[in-house]
């Protein structure tokens, strides 16, 4: 009943107050627009929670998942800027602007805002990720593996929106980068394998000189992870499901390690395991770890990794999104230092969850350039 009542608040807030902003309160519309646009309010507002739940449910119906991933990412962005609004209404109201005037305004600048954000948004979600670059120097790391390149994408999130062009665009774009060693780390896809084997499938002509790994992220543990694992195996990728791999150059070694995401606790032989991942590896190795949240460093601290690769946070996708995310994770991208020896990175992430839309966080395809002490 708890849950019921968060949720019915929430919705009520997130329509209800670009409804009375909009509509209802101060522009005094003519009859028909009123009506019109109350109406709209509550058809969207009735329908999306049975949207979500038929799209997102185990039923998987992307007409569904599109309709109401939209409708998240519009009335989020309208959420926002009708509260931000506010503040054009206080100006106008000093300015001496009296209403119906000044609630109409600001209800035009509101939308014209939504709208090009919008636009921006869809076209920064559904673009080919910008690369980003970052030397991070390993005090632990060997001569023989300085320079060592290491390409990371994740968040892909393969799903009702088909994206198998975006996809062919991603790994030639990783191709281009001449990567030594290849990570994904997590949230491949949401669905079934038989339905976005598909738009995952270009991954397979993604090329590395060293090792291509992948570790799975919460939204594989919603589906079927061990099916994710095993497609990803049959593409030319290590799972790396508790595991690790050792790359040698020149005599030395650097370890990578993968665990799994912990909402893998609810299944059987999943579940974050440093101890099996890091088994029969010599405590002297750097040791870089494929974890799909960044609060999962506090292991890696423990562990003594020099360096752990993340995702999960998509950068907060949707401004202001990211002071919620941060609530829950220690990081929001970028490199980062925790404890005496373990850096953080964090991907903004390459795809987008839900909603087509980014703004303000852009997507990302991070290229880490390993690097010893000089």
């Known amino acids: 009943m708890r849950r019921g009542l968060v949720l019915v608040l929430v919705l009520a807030l997130l329509f209800g107050t670009p409804w009375a ?3 209802a309160v101060g522009p005094d519309w003519p009859t028909p627009v009123f009506v019109l646009g109350t109406v709209l309010f509550a058809v969207v507002l009735l329908a999306f929670p049975w949207l979500m739940v038929l799209g997102h449910g185990r039923r998987h119906v992307d007409w569904a998942s599109k309709i109401s ?30 209403n119906p005037d000044r609630a109409r305004i600001v209800a035009v600048v509101v939308l014209v805002v939504v709208a090009v954000l919008l636009v921006h948004g869809y076209v920064e979600a559904m673009r080919v990720p910008r690369v980003r670059t970052t030397e991070v120097v390993l005090p632990r790391l060997g001569r023989g593996l300085d320079g060592l390149r290491v390409v990371v994408i994740t968040d892909t999130h393969y799903g ?37 084997r598909g738009q995952v499938d270009p991954l397979g002509t993604v090329r590395a000189t060293e090792a291509k790994l992948y570790i799975t992220g919460n939204h594989e543990y919603y589906n079927e992870a061990q099916g994710w694992l095993d497609h990803m195996e049959s593409l030319g990728w290590d799972p790396m499901h508790n595991r690790h791999h050792v790359v040698e150059r020149g005599g030395d070694r650097l370890v990578f390690a993968g665990i799994d995401d912990p909402t893998g606790t609810n299944l059987p032989g999943h579940g974050p395991d440093i101890e099996a991942a890091l088994a029969g590896t010599n405590p002297d190795d750097p040791i870089v770890l494929l974890a ?83």
């Open 160 to 196: 009702p929106l088909e994206r198998t062009e975006w996809s062919k665009g991603l790994a030639a774009a990783v191709n281009e980068l001449d990567p030594d060693v290849v990570c994904h780390t997590g949230d491949l896809a949401d669905g079934l394998v038989v339905q976005r």
């Open 21 to 23: 902003a909009l509509v």
């Open 292 to 374: 799909h949240q960044p609060k999962q460093v506090s292991v890696a601290v423990e562990a003594g990794v020099d360096l752990q690769l993340s995702g999960h946070t998509h950068g907060g996708q949707i401004w202001p999104f990211h002071y919620l995310v941060r609530v829950d994770q220690p990081v929001l991208h970028g490199l980062s230092s925790h404890g005496p020896r373990t850096q953080l990175y964090t991907s903004r992430g390459s795809g987008f969850w839900g909603p087509p839309f980014r703004v303000f966080a852009p997507s990302e395809i991070s290229v880490l350039v390993l690097r010893s002490p000089r």
């Open 69 to 98: 991933d939209i409708t998240l990412g519009v009335v989020w962005i309208l959420f926002v800027w009708t509260l931000l609004g506010h503040v054009l209404r206080l100006v106008l109201a000093l300015a001496g602007v009296e």
